[in-house]
């Protein structure tokens, strides 16, 4: 019989579900505390997951759960060019 295969899982920031990893986009702040958008889910650095919404963004910005999860305060120019990059796709 074969093995299934785990398939990680992340809790959405601004919605607080579960979901597949590959669903979810990954924010990360670099080791330089640079806070930015990783769409490959490989770049080094603390993350956290968001899904591909604006909405969830939002929760998550407004809430400050992105600023909790990060450990980093996160600058409002930041914010804002992080909601582009996240219209954009």
């Known amino acids: 019989m074969p093995r299934?295969?785990?398939i990680p899982q992340r809790m959405c920031l601004g919605c607080r579900q579960m979901k597949n990893k590959k669903e979810l986009i990954?924010?990360?702040?670099?080791?330089e505390l640079e806070?930015?958008?990783?769409k490959t889910g490989k770049k080094?650095?603390?993350?956290?997951?968001?899904?591909?919404?604006?909405?969830?963004?939002s929760k998550a910005v407004k809430g400050n759960r992105l600023q909790q999860a990060?450990?980093?305060?996160?600058p409002e120019g930041v914010v804002e060019e992080l909601r582009r990059e996240l219209v954009e796709d």
Do not use: E, S
Request: glycine share 6%; net charge positive; proline share 9%.
């Open 4 to 6: 299934m295969k785990k």
């Open 26 to 31: 990954r924010v990360v702040r670099t080791p």
């Open 35 to 38: 806070i930015i958008l990783d």
């Open 44 to 57: 080094p650095g603390r993350g956290a997951y968001i899904c591909p919404n604006l909405d969830c963004f």
């Open 70 to 74: 990060l450990k980093h305060q996160i």
